[in-house]
């Protein structure tokens, strides 16, 4: 039954999901259960996009992998699914950009047609693989928002919060586009210093209307760096990532001290492009 | 080359509702004992205790008892067992102890045979060990005074040993070293830390069930459906305490012993 009054939203959590893990799952849910408790929402869907290969973090195994890994991660989920899209796309694609991405998708009607995954049969799932086109929007500026679209809002932990602070990993008119025309679902710990931050930044200060903070009640640590460096130690990591997961990371052998070294001294993509925009523009 | 000691090792609490905490409790007890090089582990077994524990809000023990069997179904080591939760009456925990040790060297004698499906050979050359694993906010349990009797405490670190898995908010070694009984024992105590900090408490679970909300990726799918099927921990249950949600420390509990593996 639908609720007129009630904002649609579409939660979309960007990240290298490498891999993922039952803690990126429980952001879906709590955030969620946190929209939906507010009475002004109804989250109707949920999306992982996992990043590009093009990104150059180290120890970033392919895309190929991590998006299986979600998708079998999402297998038993009734609204979170996969999207493949960034993570087809030749060159890194700004976060801002998925969302524009997505966010345009549904502007346009967007519910897909639904298709074969190559990998994994699923009739009644939406599923998009091969068969993305691989283009990024060419418009500069959101057009107004068609009422009754659903809103597309980035989903994320602290940290990326936190990272809005780094040195020329996001373009500022990126930060005040994210939080100004999409909105910011974020899960943090109790007792963190989330509401701190946005207090001390004028951007995210303006549009702090737009940043939900949901308290995640239960430390939850299990970070894939932990995951990964688990693996290499031989140790379990039974019940810390979904069963399916477990098993292709085996069966596939995935991660090891050779594929941690990947990327070694590459610099990561955002460092490298913003970096390169400021050295051939000095005035910007 | 020294065989390694086969171990078996049993966990005992509530499992009100089990969660993939209490599961994790067991993939790193027997990572680290492998790690050590001495030991082999070759099961683990999940008692959960009696209805007659009364502990607020225990859902009945059959629905507990089909939860844990629900969790274990892709588990190939830990198994659930009943023999606690059949007795009529509460009984301390030194007691399942000895009852499943009894059966564990019952079931490796040459008579019957080994059916655990392990690398171990029929005939162990040294004998299994049967060791109780628990968080440490057991251990500090320890120190609450008329909560255990000494001399089963010593037994229990004596006789059979402890696995103990770090939580949050506890300091392990600093019970060992306030406790006399322990120091003397501490050999056969093994503390595990837990790399990945994962509080999920049963309690949260229940509180969050009885509000509403989503519990998945906490507990395993199946036995989410389950307690769902049995409208089990909602706000109307019968049976229910007041749904309010426990946001830290559960108050103590009459009884003789707690079943702190539930508790927050």
Request: proline share 5%.
């Amino acid at each position: 039954m639908e609720d007129p009054e009630k904002t649609e939203v579409v939660l979309l959590a960007c990240g290298s999901f490498n891999p993922i893990t039952n803690m990126h799952l429980r952001l879906f849910e709590l955030a969620r259960d946190y929209m939906n408790g507010t009475g002004k929402y109804r989250v109707i869907k949920g999306i992982i996009s996992p990043v590009g290969d093009a990104y150059k973090k180290k120890g970033l195994i392919s895309a190929h992998h991590r998006v299986i890994m979600a998708e079998l991660a999402t297998k038993h989920s009734s609204w979170v699914e996969v999207d493949s899209w960034e993570s087809l796309q030749k060159e890194w694609t700004e976060t801002e950009k998925v969302l524009r991405h997505h966010q345009e998708k549904l502007e346009a009607g967007g519910c897909d047609r639904q298709q074969d995954s190559p990998v994994l049969e699923r009739p009644g799932r939406k599923r998009k693989w091969a068969e993305q086109r691989p283009e990024v929007s060419q418009k500069k500026s959101l057009e107004p928002r068609t009422k009754g679209v659903p809103e597309v809002k980035l989903l994320c932990g602290a940290d990326i919060l936190e990272s809005f602070g780094v040195p020329n990993l996001w373009k500022s008119e990126d930060i005040a586009k994210i939080v100004g025309d999409y909105g910011l679902v974020c899960v943090t710990r109790v007792g963190n210093d989330a509401q701190k931050f946005i207090y001390e930044s004028d951007v995210l200060w303006k549009h702090r209307a737009n940043i939900h903070l949901v308290n995640e009640w239960i430390t939850n640590d299990i970070s894939s760096t932990k995951i990964r460096r688990a693996l290499r130690r031989g140790q379990s990591i039974r019940y810390l990532v979904p069963d399916l997961v477990g098993e292709y990371i085996e069966k596939h052998s995935l991660y090891s001290p050779e594929s941690e070294e990947r990327n070694v001294g590459v610099v990561l993509a955002p460092l490298q492009r913003n970096t390169a925009d400021i050295n051939s523009n000095p005035t910007a | 080359m020294k065989s390694r000691v086969p171990v078996v090792l049993l966990a005992c609490g509530s499992f009100n509702p089990i969660t993939n905490m209490h599961l994790r409790l067991f993939e790193v007890a027997r990572d680290h004992l492998h790690q050590t090089g001495m030991y082999q582990v070759i099961g683990g077994i999940i008692s959960p205790v009696n209805d007659n524990y009364k502990k607020k809000d225990l859902a009945a023990a059959h629905h507990r008892v089909a939860m844990v069997r629900l969790a274990l179904q892709m588990s190939n080591w830990i198994r659930v067992d009943t023999w606690e939760c059949e007795q009529a009456q509460w009984m301390e925990t030194v007691k399942v102890l000895r009852h499943h040790h009894h059966q564990l060297l019952r079931s490796l004698s040459p008579e019957e045979g080994l059916d655990q499906g392990t690398a171990v050979s029929p005939v162990p050359a040294a004998a299994p060990e049967l060791k109780f694993l628990c968080g440490a906010d057991l251990l500090k349990t320890f120190q609450t005074p008329n909560l255990w009797k000494d001399e089963h405490i010593q037994e229990i670190v004596e006789k059979f040993g402890l696995v103990c898995v770090g939580r949050a908010g506890h300091d392990p070694k600093e019970y060992i070293m306030g406790s006399p009984i322990l120091r003397r024992y501490q050999h056969n105590i093994h503390l595990v830390r837990e790399p990945v900090q994962n509080e999920i408490s049963a309690t949260y679970i229940r509180s969050a069930l009885g509000q509403g909300q989503s519990v998945k990726y906490l507990l395993p799918d199946a036995v989410i459906a389950y307690i769902k099927n049995h409208n089990l921990y909602s706000r109307d249950s019968p049976g229910k305490g007041n749904g309010t949600r426990n946001s830290g420390a559960e108050t103590g509990q009459g009884g003789p012993a707690t079943a702190p593996l539930s508790s927050p």
